[in-house]
């Protein structure tokens, strides 16, 4: 067994089991299914968020794998992807609690609690207001694109896949958006699924890239936007970058498919990476 209680933790469940009040815990649940529930409680004067994982079974392992998916068997793994990011210096989820009991991978109990991230706003939801308000600061979204494309560089240099790599699971100050700052926290959140190895594989990186690639198709990306988003993960000169021609154009493709599974139409990315980049930018 493994369990860990920060103190505010250990005072708001003292007495109690952790496994069962964690299993029983109230709050407003943003997920309850495939053994799994997410949700936000309250308490100490703060806001924290739990996902308790109560074994998804054989059944549902084997569906998983059957579709080549890996399943999420607990909530040791995103613990685990937690220190991963943290120790590559980004910025990510603070743990509060954690526990893990059982041997069996289909029916093992497990919890992780972290810290709200309270007063902050996505970037998926920082380009919807882009949408809504007509406009989109030029200069505000190359510097995020600048800084997303310095974290996936730096999460993939750690030997850490993400396999949600959405602009939905990156975090900033409410403050910094107004202000346009991107010299603050960015939080990477969502680290359940996320994988930790000495190096990724080519195809979780494809699969990574892909799938960000794949959520900018609504706010305004211009060819000359992902090209820099190129030049800032690789951190190389924009030709010597694309000499990798084969991974952009697998990137693109990934997006691609993802795009018609969810619209069920043919997509209109903004750039073929096979284009001529032009001159630098």
Known sequence: MKLFLRDDIGALWSGDDPFARAAEQDGEVFRAREGRRTLRFYGNGRSYFLKYHGGIGWKEIFKNLSQGKLPVLGAMDEVKAIDAVRAAGLDTMTVAAFGSKGMNPASVKSFVVTDDLVDTLSLEDVGEQWVSQGHTPVVFKRALIAKVGHIARTMHGAGINHRDFYL??????????????????????????????????????????GGLYFSTARFGMTRRDLLRFVRAYTGLPLRQALDDFRLWEAVRREAEKIYRRYFEVEPELPLQFNLHPGKDI
């Open 168 to 209: 939905a699971h990156f975090l900033m100050p409410e403050s910094d958006v107004k202000q346009q700052n991107v010299d603050g926290p960015m939080y990477l959140i969502d680290l359940h699924r996320s994988q930790v190895r000495s190096t990724v594989p080519r195809r979780w990186q494809i699969k990574d890239l």
